[in-house]
């Protein structure tokens, strides 16, 4: 199955961009992208500078797996109603909310963990945290797939994306320099992190407004009513000595647990173990990269100012550059080849970090390095989520997704975890080098993705 593109004017493809749907898709990246770099990246320079060894560091990143395993509760998500919330707000919103809220409560417990003294609290609540996150973004991405058509779905992956990194670069840079600012210690002051993680905190009403202002999406909900009326009749008639809450219960794990996934392999039938191949595999350069930049700047000398002020300038205006070139491209030439694109530069990127690991403490430098890796970032996600987008069947939208960006992270997150050893036993010039070579494989998958979406084209 492969999805047709549309041939839009450089105008008409701009005006995507103005729709209410577009413009609440920023906001809404954003909310998703905060919590992020505030379980991983921003606490990882957090431990660092409170002491904790780089494989400790490397292992607590295995609380991204968190993300890796979301597909478990997507059902839940896709399905199951919150008692009050989901008949005020809707299934979506009532989701969004409750995951929002536990959000502003474990950043905020975060904030009041001293990671010297309670190394195990700190981990504990990183994980409720990154779980709440992981329930959000289940949320996000079906409420995201639901309000627009397949062919605007670039569009929106470009608006998400752009909020998605702006927020990144709060929960990154801002969160440093608001670390910086309250520091009142020379060396090491839990006070200035609990006050960067409260402001995080209070940064999530972003997402918090926008979801009480935003409508429910109403795609194909009758289409799963009457799924699961099918379904359920089916169980009556195939059971029917079996009690009536039995029968329910089975016919509802059918729906919303098999049926995701028995609808994905239909359709792709032996090509869902390429396509699994490629989405298990696209990301692995820079995440196994990422756990390790903040330890890394810090270890060459950079300050928190120094990476704050450069990932502020730098970093937002190539992450606005990445993401619209991202859609805009993806838009003329087609996602494959964006996805080919922005694969490239993510792990030619990585040989900069390398690069910057043999010239020292060296701010141009580290301009030159951020601004590169934002500018491919931006390119590869906004045609990544557009690509798994068109992979997903609205009918079982939070459950198919979440398969995919679950098995998107698996691979990548476990690596990442060795990442310190890695480090220690080789340096962090040749570590960058070998993250770079992991994204050879994602380059052969994405061409021959590519050659099997173009055979199907033909034959539809």
Known sequence: ??????????????????????????????????????????LSFWLREAGVDLKTIGIMSWVGLTY???????????????????????????????????????????????????????????????????????????????????????????????GYRFAMIWAGAGALALAAFAS??????????????????????????TVLLAPEPKTLIDRKQVISLCTLDRYRQRYTAMPEGIIRVLAWFYDAVCLPFIDFFQRYRWHAVLLLALIATYRVSDVVMGVMANPFYQDLGFTKQEVAAVSKVFGVVMTLVGAFLGGFISMRIGVMRT???????????????????????????????????NLAAGIASVAFLAYLSGLTNVAYTA?????????????????????????????????????????????????????????SSKDD
């Not at 992020?36 to 921003?42: E, P």
């Not at 896709?78 to 979506?92: A, E, H, Q, Y």
């Not at 309670?118 to 779980?131: G, I, K, Q, Y």
């Not at 340096?427 to 979406?453: E, R």
């Open 68 to 162: 890796a395993t979301k597909w478990l509760w997507a059902p839940l998500v896709d399905r199951l109603p919150i008692p009050v919330l989901t008949r005020v707000f809707g299934r979506r919103r009532a989701w969004l909310l409750m995951s929002q809220f536990v959000l502003v409560w474990g950043l905020l417990a975060m904030g009041m963990t001293d990671p010297k003294v309670n190394l195990s609290p700190m981990v504990w609540l990183a994980l409720l945290t990154a779980f709440a996150s992981a329930t959000q973004d289940i949320t996000l991405d079906a409420y995201r797939i639901e309000s627009a058509e397949v062919s605007e779905q670039a569009a929106l992956a470009a608006t998400y994306q752009t």
């Open 184 to 209: 009142e210690a020379v060396g090491y002051d839990p006070q200035s992190w609990f006050f960067a993680y409260s402001v995080m905190a209070a940064s999530m009403s972003v997402g918090i407004v």
């Open 1 to 42: 199955m492969a999805v047709k593109m549309i041939k839009r004017t450089w105008q008409e493809s701009l005006r995507i961009y103005l729709k209410p749907a577009a413009v609440r898709m920023f906001f809404l990246g954003f909310s998703s992208g905060l919590p992020l770099l505030l379980v991983l990246g921003t």
């Open 339 to 373: 996805l080919f694109l922005g694969g490239l530069l993510s792990a030619l990127t990585n040989l900069l970090f390398s690069w910057l690991a043999t010239q020292g403490h060296h701010v141009p430098y580290l301009v030159l390095t951020v601004s590169a890796d």
């Open 399 to 455: 459950t198919q997704y979440a398969l995919f960006s679950s098995v998107m992270l698996l691979l990548p997150k476990f690596l990442a975890g060795f990442s310190g050893f890695v480090v220690e036993a080789i340096g962090y010039s040749s570590f960058f080098i070998a993250t770079a070579l992991l994204g050879v494989p994602v380059l052969v998958l994405v061409w021959v993705a590519m050659k099997y979406q173009e055979r």
